[in-house]
């Protein structure tokens, strides 16, 4: 259920384009959840989030990955999974031709039939410190624009050439939200905050040497980030900087 589709039902009723028993069984058929005994859809998270709950494809196996997208895809919703393995994107698309699959974010998308009309404050800009950290950095692209977003993207501008991070500063300065993605010592979100008025969401990654302890030296550098406006999510966590840019980025109904 989205927020778009049931306002429409109840403009019609209140016009009355369409009829109160009507409008009851259209209700009827949108349940809140779907009960697949491994898996329960939940169908409303739309209307409470603003979008639906994302297929997270690791620890599922492929007939369940398969189970819950055919669903999805059958009701019209679409689906976003996220961390698909080869074997699972290759099935999704031979199942499903008119899915989206990007191999190096590992999604695979298929949009809802009624696409989301969503008024947000301007662009969601996703900046990488190098091209080893692309791979966070697509996913995070990827799962704002299924969100709604208009998304741009700056590569390989980390600190280590800080001239290649100041010559795009006018590109940093038109979003009106940035995710910075970048792995060893993470310094990119921080210099990035210093740079721009905008919110700054950093991604650390697990790219690094041996004492970059799989991203932990980068998620603990930017908890310590002086820089003030910027905020972190987990390691690697593309999709999650996505989803808070994403309510970030979006106007209330009030501000529309």
């Given amino acids: 259920m989205r927020r778009d589709r049931l306002r429409k039902w109840l ?3 209140t016009t ?9 069984r259209l209700l009827e058929t949108e349940p809140f959840q779907e009960d697949l005994e491994f898996a329960r859809i939940d169908h409303h998270r739309a209307l409470r989030h603003g979008y639906p709950e994302v297929v997270y494809c690791p620890g599922k196996s492929l007939e369940q990955v398969e189970a819950i997208c055919r669903r999805l895809a059958d009701r019209g919703e679409g689906f976003l999974a996220t961390r698909a393995e080869p074997a699972v994107r290759s099935h999704l698309a031979e199942i499903l031709p008119s899915v989206e699959v990007n191999a190096l974010a590992r999604t695979v998308h ?9 008024k947000v404050r301007g662009l969601v800009c996703v900046v990488t410190a190098g091209t080893a950290d692309l791979p966070v950095a697509e996913e995070a692209a990827v799962c704002a624009r299924a969100m709604g977003n208009p998304v741009t993207m700056l590569q390989d501008v980390g600190v280590a050439g800080i001239h290649r991070l100041l010559s795009v500063h006018q590109e940093l300065r038109q979003a009106a939200v940035v995710i910075a993605v970048a792995g060893m010592e993470a310094a990119l979100a921080s210099v990035v905050g ?63």
């Fill in 11 to 13: 403009e019609e009723l």
């Fill in 16 to 24: 009355g384009r369409r009829s109160i028993d009507e409008t009851l």
């Fill in 110 to 118: 298929l949009p809802p039939v009624e696409p989301w009309m969503c």
């Fill in 194 to 256: 210093g740079l721009v008025d905008r919110p700054v969401i950093a991604v650390p990654t697990s790219v690094g040497y041996g004492a970059s302890f799989a991203g932990l030296a980068a998620l603990l550098a930017l908890l310590n980030s002086c820089a003030p406006g910027v905020v972190v999510v987990n390691i690697d966590n593309g999709y999650g900087a996505a989803a808070a840019a994403t309510r970030i980025n979006r106007l209330t109904e009030s501000e529309a």
